[in-house]
């Protein structure tokens, strides 16, 4: 390609030259004997020739015009690292790249993922730029949104990628941003198949492996023996610091009643995370947890013991559309996860339904694991599902309701009314 325009660039700078010279020719003939005319006229027709070939090389034949030398001036995107010192300059397309994975894995504005689609098409990425720009077109004009704005994007991005993965069964950021909207919806199934994908595509990242564990333990209700540790070891693999992977290898290792090697991974993370983090509270909890149960001292733990009282109480009750699917004795389960934490529920409530509706109350006793419990943590969200087979795990066919993000603090009694079924 530059030696075309090279040639072209040429050849029209030519022409152009014989342009200019044939009146400059035919006025050196008139002059005739005249030297000083013909001088003035010779280095004026050299001047105006070399501005014509100086304009011509500065406004088309510019090297980077052609071999892409110079980066179009795209904003870095919120969240972007800079590099370290004598660290190499990201390129463009690792760029879009961590653009990509933030904008399917926490959403973004309308301009996040026009930058997206800018960066592609610069990058000769048509499709993909088509793609983020149907995605912007549907994202807020902030990153805040209502929860009925969250769900209508969600769908919409979850049909987008279907569309997508149909044409194109190796399409690996469609496949992941299936698994981040299931895993999102709380469809562990669906996301448990769309990383499956991924993994026979081998294009699993750190982010994905632990993303795929924390999918395995709730499917497993909050177990991370067996797949779910293989998976952490993983991410931990592609990057020893991963705080979500050394999160649940330090959950794995309480679960397993291995304290001191929790110790040891509860103090990793919390060196990882930053010392403005709202998890460090947590972290110190478990800490100290750790360090009790193993007998060794936890000098670095500068957390508070958590308020035995704190409990969320509330009904459940059945939409009338539903109700005549769930029969006397129908098993319910009522959980709280921490909104901000991945692992297992903070507090797990199994009865059975006699009549509508269902009062609840869940607290610190019931936790799964001792170091996770629902007064350690700011924001929860609350599930009541209609399990048809009496099993924990969800299955098609499963009734369910998910409380709006709430804080445990405020004391405010819940009325959860079940409406949606797990597809």
Known sequence: MQSSFWFLAGLLTGVTAALLLLPVWRALSAAGQRPALRYAIAIGAILVVGSAVALLYRNVGRPEAVTGLAAPAVAPHPGARNPAPGEQPRSIEQAAAELAQRLLRDGG??????????????????????????????????????????????????????????????????????????????????????????????????????????????????????EPAHAIDKSLALDPRHPKALWLKASLAYQEKRYAAALGLWKQLRAVMPPDSPDIAIIDSNIAEAARLAGTPATETAATAPTADTGLTGTVSIDQKLAGRVGPGAVLFIYAKAVDSPGPPLAVMRTTVGAWPVSFRLDDSMAMIPSRRLSAFDRIVVEARVSMSGQATPARGDLYVVSPVMRPADGKALKLVISREVG
């Open 109 to 226: 504005s309308r301009d996040d993922w026009l930058l997206l689609a800018q960066s592609y098409e610069y990058l000769g990425r048509s499709e993909d730029a088509a793609h983020a720009r149907e995605r912007a077109a549907i994202a807020p004009a902030t990153a805040a949104a209502t929860p009925a704005d969250n769900a209508r994007r969600a769908a919409a991005g979850l049909a987008d990628y279907e569309r997508r993965v149909a044409a194109n069964a190796r399409d690996m950021d469609a496949w992941l941003g299936i698994a981040n909207l299931k895993r999102q919806q709380r469809d562990y199934t669906g996301a448990r198949d769309a990383f499956g994908h991924l993994i026979a595509l081998k294009a699993m990242t750190a982010d994905s492996w632990a993303d795929y564990a924390d999918v395995l333990g709730s499917l497993a209700q909050g177990s991370l023996a067996g």
